[in-house]
Protein backbone atom coordinates (compact mmCIF):
# COMPACT_ATOMS: atom_id res chain seq x y z
CA UNK A 1 0.00 0.00 0.00
CA UNK A 2 2.81 2.39 0.38
CA UNK A 3 4.14 1.75 -2.55
CA UNK A 4 1.02 2.34 -3.84
CA UNK A 5 0.82 5.51 -2.73
CA UNK A 6 4.16 6.97 -3.48
CA UNK A 7 3.39 5.72 -6.89
CA UNK A 8 -0.01 7.75 -7.01
CA UNK A 9 1.57 10.97 -5.10
CA UNK A 10 4.93 10.44 -8.08
CA UNK A 11 1.99 10.68 -10.73
CA UNK A 12 -0.12 13.32 -9.11
CA UNK A 13 3.33 15.88 -9.10
CA UNK A 14 3.86 14.94 -12.73
CA UNK A 15 0.19 15.72 -13.79
CA UNK A 16 0.55 18.78 -11.84
CA UNK A 17 3.76 19.52 -14.12
CA UNK A 18 1.41 18.25 -17.39
CA UNK A 19 -1.06 20.59 -16.64
CA UNK A 20 0.72 23.66 -16.07
CA UNK A 21 2.52 22.73 -19.62
CA UNK A 22 -0.43 22.27 -21.45
CA UNK A 23 -2.03 25.42 -20.01
CA UNK A 24 1.32 27.07 -21.56
CA UNK A 25 0.59 25.54 -24.67
CA UNK A 26 -2.81 26.08 -25.28
CA UNK A 27 -2.17 30.05 -24.47
CA UNK A 28 0.35 30.27 -27.27
CA UNK A 29 -1.57 28.34 -29.91
CA UNK A 30 -4.68 30.42 -28.92
CA UNK A 31 -2.37 33.83 -29.28
CA UNK A 32 -1.01 32.35 -32.47
CA UNK A 33 -4.39 32.43 -33.83
CA UNK A 34 -5.42 35.46 -32.27
CA UNK A 35 -2.38 37.34 -34.16
CA UNK A 36 -3.63 36.15 -37.42
CA UNK A 37 -7.11 37.24 -36.88
CA UNK A 38 -8.15 40.96 -36.56
CA UNK A 39 -7.35 42.95 -33.52
CA UNK A 40 -11.01 43.42 -33.14
CA UNK A 41 -11.59 39.93 -32.22
CA UNK A 42 -8.92 40.47 -29.24
CA UNK A 43 -12.41 40.39 -26.87
CA UNK A 44 -12.72 36.94 -27.55
CA UNK A 45 -9.42 35.50 -26.17
CA UNK A 46 -9.94 32.71 -23.82
CA UNK A 47 -7.60 32.66 -21.62
CA UNK A 48 -9.13 33.16 -18.66
CA UNK A 49 -10.92 29.89 -19.52
CA UNK A 50 -7.60 28.54 -19.84
CA UNK A 51 -6.37 29.55 -16.56
CA UNK A 52 -9.64 28.56 -14.82
CA UNK A 53 -9.46 25.51 -16.10
CA UNK A 54 -5.92 25.00 -14.83
CA UNK A 55 -6.15 26.44 -11.28
CA UNK A 56 -9.37 23.85 -11.12
CA UNK A 57 -7.21 20.77 -11.96
CA UNK A 58 -4.30 22.30 -9.96
CA UNK A 59 -6.36 22.53 -6.83
CA UNK A 60 -7.98 18.77 -7.60
CA UNK A 61 -4.42 17.82 -8.07
CA UNK A 62 -2.95 19.46 -4.98
CA UNK A 63 -5.74 18.46 -3.05
CA UNK A 64 -5.00 14.49 -3.68
CA UNK A 65 -1.14 14.61 -3.23
CA UNK A 66 -2.03 16.22 0.63
CA UNK A 67 -4.11 13.54 1.15
CA UNK A 68 -2.24 10.71 -0.51
CA UNK A 69 0.46 12.11 2.16
CA UNK A 70 -1.52 11.77 4.59
CA UNK A 71 -2.71 8.22 4.37
CA UNK A 72 0.80 7.56 3.45
CA UNK A 73 2.27 8.71 6.66
CA UNK A 74 -0.69 6.83 8.76
CA UNK A 75 -0.21 3.42 6.90
CA UNK A 76 4.06 3.70 7.88
CA UNK A 77 2.87 4.49 10.91
CA UNK A 78 1.22 1.48 11.04
CA UNK A 79 4.02 -0.79 9.60
CA UNK A 80 6.61 0.98 12.49
CA UNK A 81 4.13 -0.31 15.04
CA UNK A 82 3.65 -3.79 14.49
CA UNK A 83 7.17 -3.98 13.47
CA UNK A 84 7.99 -3.31 17.14
CA UNK A 85 5.50 -5.24 18.78
CA UNK A 86 7.36 -8.28 16.73
CA UNK A 87 9.41 -9.95 19.95
CA UNK A 88 6.32 -9.67 21.77
CA UNK A 89 3.37 -12.06 20.02
CA UNK A 90 0.39 -11.26 22.39
CA UNK A 91 1.29 -7.30 22.25
CA UNK A 92 1.30 -8.07 18.43
CA UNK A 93 -1.84 -9.74 18.48
CA UNK A 94 -3.42 -6.80 20.24
CA UNK A 95 -1.91 -4.48 17.87
CA UNK A 96 -2.77 -6.35 14.73
CA UNK A 97 -6.26 -6.18 15.58
CA UNK A 98 -5.98 -2.58 16.12
CA UNK A 99 -4.53 -2.07 12.64
CA UNK A 100 -6.59 -4.30 10.95
CA UNK A 101 -9.69 -1.93 11.37
CA UNK A 102 -7.56 1.16 11.04
CA UNK A 103 -6.11 -0.38 7.71
CA UNK A 104 -9.49 -1.24 6.46
CA UNK A 105 -10.48 2.28 6.67
CA UNK A 106 -6.88 3.81 5.05
CA UNK A 107 -8.13 1.37 2.29
CA UNK A 108 -11.52 2.98 1.98
CA UNK A 109 -10.13 6.75 2.08
CA UNK A 110 -6.79 5.24 -0.97
CA UNK A 111 -10.26 4.33 -2.71
CA UNK A 112 -11.96 7.84 -2.12
CA UNK A 113 -9.09 9.48 -3.56
CA UNK A 114 -8.92 7.30 -7.06
CA UNK A 115 -12.30 7.91 -7.09
CA UNK A 116 -12.17 11.53 -7.27
CA UNK A 117 -8.77 11.53 -9.54
CA UNK A 118 -10.31 12.74 -12.66
CA UNK A 119 -8.63 15.38 -13.89
CA UNK A 120 -9.99 17.12 -17.01
CA UNK A 121 -7.35 17.84 -19.69
CA UNK A 122 -8.41 20.19 -22.60
CA UNK A 123 -6.13 20.79 -25.91
CA UNK A 124 -6.98 24.30 -28.33
CA UNK A 125 -8.35 23.86 -31.67
CA UNK A 126 -9.26 26.33 -34.06
CA UNK A 127 -12.46 26.87 -34.59
CA UNK A 128 -13.44 26.42 -38.20
CA UNK A 129 -16.08 29.20 -38.70
CA UNK A 130 -14.01 31.58 -37.69
CA UNK A 131 -11.53 30.79 -39.71
CA UNK A 132 -13.76 31.32 -42.90
CA UNK A 133 -15.66 34.49 -41.17
CA UNK A 134 -13.65 36.68 -39.27
CA UNK A 135 -16.97 38.44 -38.41
CA UNK A 136 -18.56 35.07 -36.71
CA UNK A 137 -19.91 35.69 -33.33
CA UNK A 138 -18.84 32.14 -32.23
CA UNK A 139 -15.22 32.12 -29.76
CA UNK A 140 -12.12 31.77 -31.57
CA UNK A 141 -11.33 28.58 -29.91
CA UNK A 142 -12.77 25.89 -29.07
CA UNK A 143 -10.97 23.69 -25.77
CA UNK A 144 -11.13 19.61 -26.08
CA UNK A 145 -11.88 18.08 -22.99
CA UNK A 146 -11.01 15.00 -22.47
CA UNK A 147 -11.63 13.13 -18.57
CA UNK A 148 -8.70 10.79 -17.94
CA UNK A 149 -8.74 8.36 -15.02
CA UNK A 150 -5.43 8.68 -12.73
CA UNK A 151 -5.42 5.35 -11.83
CA UNK A 152 -5.89 4.08 -15.16
CA UNK A 153 -3.66 5.98 -16.53
CA UNK A 154 -0.91 5.12 -13.44
CA UNK A 155 -1.59 1.41 -14.26
CA UNK A 156 -0.58 2.18 -17.91
CA UNK A 157 2.11 4.22 -17.19
CA UNK A 158 3.97 1.05 -14.74
CA UNK A 159 3.02 -1.28 -17.34
CA UNK A 160 5.07 0.25 -19.96
CA UNK A 161 7.91 0.99 -17.89
CA UNK A 162 7.49 -2.59 -17.64
CA UNK A 163 7.97 -3.73 -20.71
CA UNK A 164 10.92 -1.30 -21.47
CA UNK A 165 14.55 -2.94 -22.15
CA UNK A 166 16.22 -2.87 -19.10
CA UNK A 167 20.13 -2.68 -19.12
CA UNK A 168 21.96 -5.72 -18.51
CA UNK A 169 22.55 -5.99 -14.29
CA UNK A 170 26.45 -6.42 -14.36
CA UNK A 171 26.47 -2.75 -15.64
CA UNK A 172 24.34 -1.53 -13.08
CA UNK A 173 25.56 -0.44 -9.19
CA UNK A 174 22.69 -2.24 -7.71
CA UNK A 175 20.46 -4.45 -9.78
CA UNK A 176 16.79 -4.39 -9.50
CA UNK A 177 15.48 -8.09 -9.90
CA UNK A 178 12.26 -7.23 -8.37
CA UNK A 179 10.55 -6.96 -11.41
CA UNK A 180 12.74 -9.12 -13.51
CA UNK A 181 10.86 -12.02 -15.45
CA UNK A 182 12.90 -14.94 -15.84
CA UNK A 183 13.03 -18.06 -18.48
CA UNK A 184 14.95 -20.84 -19.37
CA UNK A 185 17.51 -21.21 -22.01
CA UNK A 186 18.91 -24.42 -23.97
CA UNK A 187 21.70 -26.05 -22.11
CA UNK A 188 24.94 -25.75 -23.11
CA UNK A 189 26.89 -28.77 -23.64
CA UNK A 190 30.52 -28.21 -22.27
CA UNK A 191 31.94 -32.01 -22.36
CA UNK A 192 34.16 -32.32 -25.19
CA UNK A 193 34.56 -35.65 -26.51
CA UNK A 194 37.89 -36.49 -25.63
CA UNK A 195 37.22 -35.88 -22.04
CA UNK A 196 38.13 -39.11 -19.93
CA UNK A 197 35.74 -38.01 -16.97
CA UNK A 198 32.76 -36.16 -16.62
CA UNK A 199 32.79 -32.48 -16.41
CA UNK A 200 33.28 -30.60 -12.83
CA UNK A 201 32.94 -27.31 -13.11
CA UNK A 202 34.68 -25.23 -10.05
CA UNK A 203 34.64 -21.63 -11.76
CA UNK A 204 33.83 -19.63 -14.51
CA UNK A 205 34.35 -15.81 -15.87
CA UNK A 206 32.48 -13.62 -18.83
CA UNK A 207 34.90 -12.68 -21.49
CA UNK A 208 34.18 -9.83 -23.65
CA UNK A 209 31.93 -10.88 -26.96
CA UNK A 210 29.89 -13.70 -25.32
CA UNK A 211 32.55 -16.12 -24.40
CA UNK A 212 32.52 -17.60 -20.97
CA UNK A 213 35.97 -19.15 -19.52
CA UNK A 214 35.23 -22.54 -17.51
CA UNK A 215 37.43 -24.50 -14.94
CA UNK A 216 36.99 -28.17 -15.82
CA UNK A 217 38.89 -29.82 -12.33
CA UNK A 218 38.33 -33.29 -13.18
CA UNK A 219 39.49 -33.51 -17.09
CA UNK A 220 42.53 -30.57 -16.02
CA UNK A 221 41.03 -28.46 -18.59
CA UNK A 222 40.89 -24.61 -18.76
CA UNK A 223 37.05 -24.35 -21.65
CA UNK A 224 36.33 -21.68 -23.54
CA UNK A 225 32.69 -21.44 -24.47
CA UNK A 226 30.75 -19.34 -26.69
CA UNK A 227 27.54 -18.17 -25.50
CA UNK A 228 25.89 -17.35 -28.24
CA UNK A 229 25.99 -20.15 -30.73
CA UNK A 230 26.39 -22.42 -27.36
CA UNK A 231 29.23 -23.92 -28.71
CA UNK A 232 32.92 -24.86 -26.99
CA UNK A 233 35.37 -23.43 -29.00
CA UNK A 234 38.85 -23.92 -27.20
CA UNK A 235 40.63 -25.69 -24.30
CA UNK A 236 43.75 -26.36 -23.15
CA UNK A 237 45.08 -28.92 -20.58
CA UNK A 238 46.58 -27.63 -17.67
CA UNK A 239 49.33 -29.57 -15.46
CA UNK A 240 47.06 -30.49 -12.41
CA UNK A 241 43.04 -30.25 -11.29
CA UNK A 242 42.17 -25.99 -11.67
CA UNK A 243 39.73 -24.55 -8.78
CA UNK A 244 39.35 -21.33 -9.48
CA UNK A 245 40.04 -18.13 -11.69
CA UNK A 246 40.06 -14.33 -12.15
CA UNK A 247 40.67 -11.72 -14.83
CA UNK A 248 44.23 -9.77 -15.50
CA UNK A 249 44.30 -6.73 -17.62
CA UNK A 250 45.64 -7.33 -20.87
CA UNK A 251 43.47 -10.05 -21.89
CA UNK A 252 44.80 -12.35 -19.32
CA UNK A 253 43.36 -14.36 -16.75
CA UNK A 254 44.72 -16.44 -13.77
CA UNK A 255 44.14 -20.08 -12.78
CA UNK A 256 45.13 -21.62 -9.18
CA UNK A 257 46.50 -25.21 -9.60
CA UNK A 258 46.04 -26.33 -5.51
CA UNK A 259 47.37 -29.17 -5.67
CA UNK A 260 50.45 -28.74 -7.48
CA UNK A 261 50.76 -25.10 -5.43
CA UNK A 262 51.22 -23.29 -8.49
CA UNK A 263 49.26 -20.33 -10.59
CA UNK A 264 48.46 -20.70 -14.38
CA UNK A 265 48.63 -17.64 -16.76
CA UNK A 266 46.70 -17.80 -19.87
CA UNK A 267 45.99 -15.59 -22.48
CA UNK A 268 42.37 -14.69 -23.37
CA UNK A 269 42.83 -13.61 -27.14
CA UNK A 270 40.93 -15.48 -29.30
CA UNK A 271 41.51 -18.81 -28.37
CA UNK A 272 43.01 -19.31 -24.96
CA UNK A 273 46.79 -20.12 -24.45
CA UNK A 274 49.01 -20.84 -21.69
CA UNK A 275 51.84 -18.74 -20.71
CA UNK A 276 53.85 -18.44 -17.06
CA UNK A 277 53.52 -21.07 -14.48
CA UNK A 278 54.58 -19.33 -10.92
CA UNK A 279 54.82 -21.13 -7.75
Known amino acids: MVNDIENYSSYIQSSLKSVDKESLNNINELRI ?8 LDKRETVEEIDKKKNKSETLLNELKVNCQDIKSATEKLKADLQAQEVNNNQLFVSGTRA ?15 GRGKVPHSKFSRDPATEQLLSSNTAIDRMDQVASNLADELASDLADQQKQPQGPALNQSRADLSQSQFS ?13 RDCYLTSMALLPG ?22 LVSQVKLLGEPWDLC ?26 TLQDVVK
Not at 33 to 40: P, V
Not at 100 to 114: R, T, Y
Not at 258 to 266: D, S, T
Open 33 to 40: FRNEINQN
Open 100 to 114: IKEFVSLQSSLKDIK
Open 184 to 196: KLPDVPVKALNDT
Open 210 to 231: DRLLLTDCANYLLKLLDTYNNK
Open 247 to 272: LLPGERAAVTLPQERKIQFVSTQENV
